[in-house]
Every structure is written in structure tokens, then in C-alpha cells.
């Protein structure tokens, strides 16, 4: 690396999201092929899909048997959280359609983070590039690397690598725990979660945990209200 | 494992980016709606967390995977290093095994 390039915070930054990032697929290479997807499928997912914890929610519920029906809509109530990303993004994301479209694929926790911690447009822009770049090679590098090292691992339980998946899922969780209304919603999903797990089919009781969120929504809608009759 | 599901989170996975980035265009308000759906991930993940921690199949367990998760709490909760608390959550679980 030139000197001075590395004492570009953004690019420093990058980096070291991009070095995380590769660890994390690693992970998810392993586990996907654990979950019995090919290697192929693996990389597609992460080349075409590229959002990390819906991947991981959807490899985890498949591979304990859940089905598309179980793992496809958590997956994507994860990824939902993209679409308001994105929107959150506009006036930094335009330019011409085809390169907007190219942008919104690598839409993601990251990159957003990066773009909206910089002061300026052309610092937010040049900071979503350049994590968006960092990230995309190294969770597809990352990928390949743990799915073929997965396919010669045998059983993943000897690995510990079931008890990975919750350890990730928790260190996604704790930042996004700020205040009571999110660790109440937290609790009531998970309490809906483990009434459900022994009686309906596997998938169902990740499904029906989102709805620990209504109650905080319903006050959230409330308190919207009092504000505009005042 | 057949294509058919990659391809269905592959095509909304990326509908869903190209949605917001669209909306964004067109609406200008609203912006308080951001956070309140936001908070649908929170139990989401909750959940996924107690399943896979207390559950194989259809049934509740209390196996090497609580634990772990222990030791990835105090990590976390430490803030550790995202790849660390993966690999210590493993290494836990796989240890007990080994032991056990």
C-alpha cells in the first residue's frame, strides 16, 4: 500500500471492515456447506445475495431442517432492514440507473455505516465505494475458502460450529439493544420463539418472533399520534 | 440441495436493496418510519438465538451450546472482536464435547 494511503481513515477503516468480514464468511462458507449447500451455491448466494445474516439465517434454518418455507421469510425480514438502508442512502446512491443498481447490491450494514459517519457527500460516496469494495471481495473470498475447507471437515458439531451461529446472531443483536423498548421486544421474541419450538414445524417460531415487535410499534404508532394532536 | 431456493433469496434479497433505493427517490418523508421497523430485526434475532442455543428439532435441549454462548455474552458484552467471539463460542462447545 502507497504511503499516505494508509493514513486515509476511510481507507484504514475499510480495510479493517473488509478483514472482519473475511473472517465472518469464512464461517458462513462452513456452514452453509454444513447445512448442505454445494460449494457452488454457497458462492452464488454470497456473490448474488450478499447480506450476511440473512444468508447465515437462512443456511441455519435449512440446515436444521426448516425447509424454504421456514428459512425464506426470516431471512428476509433480516434483509428488509436493506431496503430502509437504501433509502436512507438517497442523494448519496445517484448517478445513472445502471450504476444505482450496481450501488443498491452492495447495500448493506456496513457500507451504510461507513457512508453516513463521513461529514461531507463526496466523503459519503467515496466511503460507500470503498467498504463496498473492501466487503465484496472479501466476503466472496472468504466464502470460497470456508466452503471448501468445510467440505473436509466432517461432522460440524465435533467443531463447536452449531454453537457459532447464536454466538454470531448475539453480536448482531447487542448493538441494536439500545434503550427498553428493544431489549423488551428482544425478550417477548424470544419468549414467543421457545413457546413455539416444541409444536409447530422448525422456521415457524423464528417467523412468528417478529411479532414481540408490535407492542413497540403500537406505542411508537401511539405516541406519533399524541404528537400531531398537540 | 436443489437451486430453487438459492435463487429466491438471491432475486428478493436483492429486490428488497433495489426497493428502498427506489422509494427513496420518490419519497422525501417518513423518515421516523426507519426506525420503528427497524426494531422487527430485534426479536427476530432474539429468536434465533434461543432456538439454536435450547433447541434441536422439535425439541427443547441444554447442551454444550449454552455454554458457549456464555462465554460469546461476556465477549460481547466486552466488546470482542466479531471474529473472536465466533471462533471462542465454537472452541467452547467443541471442548465440552470433547470433553464430556
Known sequence: ?230 | MSWWPVIALCGSAYALKALGLVLGERLDREVSERWSLQIVVVPVLAALIVVQTFSTGQTLVLDARAPALVVAAVLVWRRTPFVLVAVAAAGTAALLRLVA
Open chain 1, 1 to 230: 500500500m502507497p504511503r499516505g494511503m494508509s493514513n486515509d481513515p476511510i481507507v484504514r477503516n475499510a480495510l479493517s471492515i473488509g478483514v472482519a468480514t473475511g473472517v465472518y464468511a469464512v464461517s458462513f462458507g462452513v456452514l452453509s456447506v454444513a447445512a448442505g449447500f454445494s460449494v457452488v451455491q454457497t458462492c452464488v448466494m454470497s456473490l448474488v445475495c450478499f447480506t450476511g445474516a440473512s444468508q447465515l439465517t437462512f443456511a441455519s434454518v435449512i440446515g436444521a431442517g426448516g425447509g424454504v418455507a421456514g428459512a425464506l421469510p426470516p431471512a428476509l425480514l433480516l434483509a428488509g432492514r436493506n431496503a430502509l438502508y437504501a433509502f436512507s442512502l438517497r442523494g448519496v446512491l445517484n448517478g445513472p440507473v445502471s450504476k444505482r443498481a450496481l450501488r443498491a447490491q452492495v447495500v448493506v450494514d456496513e457500507t451504510t455505516a461507513m457512508a453516513h459517519a463521513q461529514p461531507t457527500l463526496a466523503a459519503k460516496r467515496r466511503a460507500f465505494d470503498l467498504t463496498a469494495l473492501c466487503l465484496f471481495t472479501a466476503w466472496n473470498v472468504g466464502t470460497l475458502a470456508g466452503a471448501l475447507a468445510g467440505r473436509g471437515l466432517g461432522s460440524p458439531r465435533d467443531y463447536g460450529l452449531d454453537a457459532m451461529f447464536p454466538a454470531v446472531f448475539l453480536a448482531l443483536l447487542a448493538p441494536q439493544l439500545r434503550g427498553p423498548d428493544a431489549v423488551r421486544a428482544a425478550v417477548l421474541g424470544a419468549l414467543i420463539a421457545v413457546a413455539l419450538v416444541t409444536v409447530t414445524p422448525a422456521g415457524v417460531p423464528i417467523i412468528a418472533s417478529a411479532l414481540g415487535a408490535v407492542p413497540v410499534l403500537l406505542a411508537a404508532r401511539r405516541g406519533r399520534r399524541k404528537a400531531v394532536h398537540r
